[in-house]
């Protein structure tokens, strides 16, 4: 049995613009940050249950964490 340890990756805009189209969100919705490559953050305010899933899913097949943040409240 091998074992091997995946390097996290920054993504382009253009593959989190087709995932956010894919997902039914919004652009700007979906993000990495540079310092945290591992990390995929999702901004949605009342995101549903498929949202988080399919964003979930293609997460998981690039060996990203998803962070789901609730916007509620952070629009003025």
Do not use: P, Y
Request: aromatic share 6%; hydrophobic share 40%; charged share 25%.
């Amino acid at each position: 049995m091998t074992s091997g340890c995946v390097t996290a990756r920054m993504h382009t805009e253009a593959e989190l613009n087709g995932v956010t189209r894919q997902c039914g969100l919004a652009l700007g919705e979906l993000f990495q940050d540079e310092s945290e490559k591992r990390l995929l953050f999702m901004i949605r305010h009342g995101a549903t249950a498929e949202e988080r899933a399919c964003v979930h899913r293609w997460a998981r097949e690039r060996h990203l964490k998803l962070v789901f943040v609730n916007a509620e409240g952070l629009a003025s």
